[in-house]
């Protein structure tokens, strides 16, 4: 398989062993892909990362609940309610957006080839902001592929 721009990286399907197994199933077997996979814990953060897109929609759906919950405290002119439930939207939104942000990264990452040296890319960048556009590391890349 020869991968040459992140366009094909990017329009890939992901999240499941047997996509990988299905790549290199010519070249090594099967079983030993999935033992490597597995005893490596790609497997759980691939299981991982489905988790945290499953969570993204759950803070959605909690965002929209709290949403109709603070215009019935204004109607209701319950002020302490309301504004409990502003700061606590604003909170979720936040958390929300950052997770957000780490699903939307790039693929087209190099790890460093030594297998003590994971890089400055992985690591959150200090000027990571507390509500990133969900692309937000797709413009302040570093450390992979231009």
């Not at 366009?7 to 199933?25: F, G, S, T, W, Y």
Request: charged fraction near 30%; aromatic fraction near 10%.
């Amino acid at each position: 398989m020869n991968l040459t721009t992140s366009a094909d990286i990017n329009n890939m399907r992901q999240n499941h062993p047997e996509l990988v197994v299905d790549d290199l199933k010519d070249y090594v077997p099967p079983d030993v892909i999935r033992w490597v996979l597995k005893t490596r814990g790609i497997n759980k953060w691939l299981r991982v990362r489905r988790l945290l897109i499953q969570l993204k929609v759950r803070w959605k759906d909690n965002i929209n609940e709290l949403q109709e919950r603070k215009l019935q405290a204004r109607r209701e002119r319950n002020y302490k309610e309301y504004y409990k439930l502003v700061g606590y939207i604003e909170a979720l939104t936040d958390c929300r957006q950052q997770v957000r942000a780490l699903c939307h990264s790039p693929r087209d990452i190099d790890f460093p080839l030594d297998k003590h040296d994971f890089g400055i890319w992985c690591s959150l960048p200090g000027n990571f902001p507390q509500r990133p556009h969900k692309r937000w590391f797709c413009s302040n890349r570093t450390g992979s592929k231009q």
